[in-house]
């Protein structure tokens, strides 16, 4: 497989090298090996219900009463934060990206093509490292998605025995 | 016995599997099903199937390889016939529409490009470059001004930062698009400004892998493109 620049700053490390084959892609591919490819009808397939592969449209969740609460506190936050210490920020930044790039949200952190690569090849191919890495980063997606899996095995379960 | 199904090829393709392996646990040994011009690679159904890691990784494994020797047509995850006799019933009744796909697709591979915003930079940019909702802001800070100061404070940012979003997105598919041969787009989500799969000759992989990095770099600080690529082309058949 060849190289593409992969952004990955605090997102699912993917494997150094790349090649097909580690969790991270899975990840990254996955809506398009559930939900697009070859359908043919004449085959049975595995149940799918109960997996969400992405959230609903942007726009319908932007316009609540909530979002807007939300938005209105981000913007409080980040106003009082950057009154305290805008002058450090880039140092902070660029050291905490390398200490905890994996580790959750990266404020405002510079995540250009180039920083991912550098990223990803530092990253490994550590499973066990990975994982709650991925966990924290994508919480009610994965959950979701285990919920899913469970269901949709049980449901296969159900098929065979009919 | 139930087949699971991975992929159709036309009978020229070498079909080397190598150490390629199936699904299921132990991994299911991979087998060719043949009729008329087609192959189906299939392995047998595991009593467990389900759609967790192990399965998927294996399903998208598979793809991968064939679609390195040459061009394929992936199935979906999941799907399973019940025996060959009735995967060779489908290669043959669809003999013609399969080998038409094929042929277009043919030197051809998937790019899928994903774009995340960080949501602190572009509120941060949006009380930077909007006076009204610096005011306010100014006015909500530290539980001062109303409740209803506080919505359209939160109303505003937040139409700023969806129309940032469509622009960018915009722009991201402005910039590749000229590289390609066919879209898709997904709907906006609230994970990915931009989600958006190409089919891009193989000639031109290098220059659209280069285009995605400039178009990264161009945006620096909080706005995140992963590319990934050449895959199967699981949006285009």
Not at chain 1, 1 to 22: D, E, F, K, L
Not at chain 2, 116 to 134: F, Y
Not at chain 2, 169 to 193: C, D, H, I, M, N
Request: aromatic share 6%.
């Amino acid at each position: 497989m060849t190289v593409v620049p992969q952004g990955n700053s605090g997102g699912v490390p993917a494997p150094a090298g790349g090649g097909g084959g580690g969790s991270g892609t899975l990840y990254d591919v996955l809506e398009l090996v559930l939900d697009r490819g070859l359908v043919i009808d004449a085959f049975v397939r595995i149940s799918l219900v109960g997996i969400e592969l992405v959230k609903i449209d942007a726009r319908v969740v932007v316009a609540s009463v909530d979002t807007y609460l939300r938005f209105a506190e981000a913007a409080n936050r980040l106003d009082l934060e950057s009154g305290r210490k805008a002058p450090s920020q880039l140092t902070d930044i660029v050291g905490d990206s390398v200490e905890s790039g994996a580790r959750g949200k990266s404020k405002g952190a510079l995540s250009g093509a180039v920083e991912a690569i550098t990223e990803s090849f530092k990253g490994g191919g550590d499973e066990a490292e990975e994982e709650p890495a991925e966990r924290e980063r994508r919480p009610a997606r994965e959950k979701r998605q285990e919920r899913g899996e469970r269901r949709s095995e049980r449901r296969s379960a159900r098929d065979r025995e009919e | 016995m139930s087949v699971y199904v991975y992929a159709i090829t036309k009978d020229s393709h070498p079909l080397d599997l190598g150490d390629a392996k199936g699904v299921g646990d132990p991994p299911g040994e991979l087998r060719t099903v043949r009729g008329a011009s087609l192959c189906a690679v299939v392995s047998d159904c595991p009593d467990d199937l389900s759609v967790a890691r192990r399965d998927l990784q294996a399903h998208q494994d598979v793809q991968e390889r064939l679609w390195s020797e040459g061009t394929a047509l992936p199935l979906s995850f999941g799907f399973v016939a019940a025996d060959e006799e009735a995967v060779r019933g489908v290669l043959e009744e669809r003999a013609q529409l399969y080998a038409q796909r094929l042929d277009e697709l043919a030197g051809r591979s998937e790019f899928n490009v994903k774009g995340v915003l960080d949501e602190d930079t572009v509120v941060r940019a949006v009380l930077e470059e909007n006076t009204q909702a610096r005011e306010l802001n100014r006015r909500t800070l530290e539980g001062g001004g109303t409740y209803d100061d506080r919505l359209a404070l939160g109303q505003l940012v937040a139409q700023e930062v969806q129309g940032r979003q469509d622009a960018l997105a915009e722009e991201v598919l402005a910039g590749l698009r000229p590289l390609t041969e066919a879209e898709k787009v997904a709907p906006p989500s609230q994970q990915y400004f931009v989600s958006a799969s190409f089919l891009v000759e193989d000639d031109r992989a290098e220059e659209f892998g280069r285009a995605g990095q400039e178009l990264a770099e161009r945006y620096g600080e909080g706005v995140e493109l992963r590319m990934r690529g050449p895959l199967p082309p699981y949006s285009f058949v």
